[in-house]
């Protein structure tokens, strides 16, 4: 099973942060390699700050929905509407925050 740190409210992933209905993945940090719901609960638990994944890493599982409890690469996830294994929705505004957990570098 795969642990999801954090201040979570459900099963699903969501987070005192973010709770709504499609607020159903965990990011990996990194730095540490642990999953959170959202940058600022690992900034709440971790003594450092959220360090994104490198996108170049295309074949890592950095990403976690959990609706179906499966891990994602950065391909399976960014810039799609649902999840490829249960085609839950993802929330459309995550990707507004794509800096804060990728990068190019």
Excluded: W
């Excluded at 973010?18 to 600022?40: E, M, N, R, S, W």
Aim: glycine share 4%; charged share 25%.
């Amino acid at each position: 099973m795969t642990a999801i740190y954090g201040d979570l409210i459900d099963q699903e992933t969501r987070c005192i942060d973010y709770h709504g209905p499609t607020d159903i993945v965990a990011l990996k940090c990194f730095a540490c390699q642990k999953y959170y719901p959202c940058f600022k609960c690992h900034n709440r638990h971790e003594d450092h700050p959220f360090e994104p994944y490198p996108q170049h890493l295309k074949k890592d599982k950095v990403v976690f929905c959990g609706a179906c409890q499966k891990e994602l690469t950065i391909e399976d996830y960014k810039g799609r509407a649902a999840c490829p294994n249960c085609d839950h929705p993802f929330n459309p505004n995550c990707s507004r925050h794509y800096d804060y957990y990728f990068t190019d570098s």
